[in-house]
């Protein structure tokens, strides 16, 4: 018996029926691959869309920010939606919405109908994730999940790597349209595969008729409160940075709602006979464990992904095109790493995979804050394989761990969980790492002028050898010293900023060391053996 339900003594809930098992993992890694990587690539080309649409820098983040918003409401509440319309059609549901919604994306005249494409967007992407998450943990027994799940990280994990990469090359080569339209052909192929090759098993049916028989229950207290500690969470920390925190009612307002909504939230849910999300799975052990372990997974590898294209297009001169090629070896490397985490997965405990990639990964951010202001392509390059060599052996252990002792009716939720926390995590990292850099880099900036005082021989001495250049270059005296001026203020801002950068690799590689030790809550496989 290959099936993870049989294998453990109840009735089957493979969604192969009866065919290859890998076949269906390859079939529903390629819709997330396709929405992972969209996600991805709309931040590199966010100021061709602001430019193109005739708007500002700031208003054209809500692209960003609205599909993040859709995309956390809906990821907590995929597994109740799944119960309730029955698995392979929610899933279906949301690879339909996602594909429209991303060829209208395309088609949007402007910011506007672009920001509510997007919403849309965010909202079908947001289950395909769990869906496919549950229908691997129970299509493969718990002993070759890992391997599982390694092939499905690929795409979790791969695609922001390379998204920047295709994202630079369509926006400098195309226009921005193109980071959309990309999607359709693989929306239509995923569509047409489920259709054909993924099976309704007969007892999720049965127990959706169970569930069903005295009419369809709603939480909808909890949808709302959902809602808003979830929705109002992501605006906060995707905004707060922008409109300075705290200092802003609008921030503020936002913050508040999203803490109240939680807080009402967890003992609501808890006492629920049928919660919309099931809170109960985040006081176990195993599953609250990799609940939290996920997370910072999720805060290195979104907040990383984002911060080195972005340092080296404002620091580096870098395009959209040459700094998405400096992390293309990463995910080589990741791609090369994954099956031989999947194997040793089979051999050795998830707790210790953990702590070695969670180390791995802390020692290369400490290797980032050796960042010099002529440092070459290489260095980056180099820098992103040494970080993601050590993410597989983050990844497939949690995904494999999360559902270790769980019953098979919890298969849904904790999915929905799983995603919940890698999502907040990258939210939360990339929304620290931001208010870091923009912070400190004004702390250095104050130091670094303090240098530039007019009795400084080595100022004087550097305004001179500047201005000798300018005028060299045809440029008066007066021009040239005013030249010298300006440069040296350039300069200082350049350094002020990668001195900020760095700050935010060491904050972040002593932040993972940290949380190492957090693995050893974990159990072991034979420990967490699910219940019948």
Known sequence: MTDAALAHGGESRSAAGGRNPWLIAVVVSIATFMMVLDTSIANVALRNIAGSLAAGIDESTWVITTYLVANSVIIPISGWLADVIGRKRYYMLCVATFTGASLLCGLAPNLQMLILFRILQGLGGGGMAPSEQSILADTFPPEKRSQAFALYGIAVIVAPTVGPTIGGWLTDNFSWHWIFFINVPFGILSLALVQWLVVEPDVLERERRERLKGGLKVDWIGFILVVLALGCLEVFLDEGQRNDWFSSSFITSFAVISAVS????????????????????????????????????????YSTTQLMPQLQQTAFDYTATLSGLSMMPGGIAMLMLMPISGFASGFVQPKYLIMMGMSVVAIALWHLTSLAPDASFSFFAFARVFMMAGLPFLFI?????????????????????????RNIGGSIGVS?????????????????????????????????????FFTAQGSTAVQAKAQAVGWVGQLIGRQATLLAYVDVFRYTAIATAVLVPLALLLRSPKASQPPK
């Open 262 to 301: 939680l807080l009402i939230l967890i003992p609501w849910e808890l006492t629920r006979r049928d919660p919309i999300v099931d809170m109960r799975l985040l006081f176990m052990r195993q599953f609250g464990t990799s609940f939290l372990v996920m997370m910072a997974v999720g805060a290195v590898l």
């Open 397 to 421: 252990p949690i995904s494999t761990a999360a559902y270790l002792g769980l019953p098979p009716r919890k298969t849904n939720q904790a999915s929905a969980l799983i995603n919940v926390a």
């Open 432 to 468: 620290l790492t931001n208010t870091v850099i923009v912070q400190n880099a004004q702390l250095h900036q104050s130091n670094l002028i303090a240098n530039t005082a007019q009795s400084s021989s080595t100022y004087q001495q550097t305004l001179r050898q500047v201005s000798e």
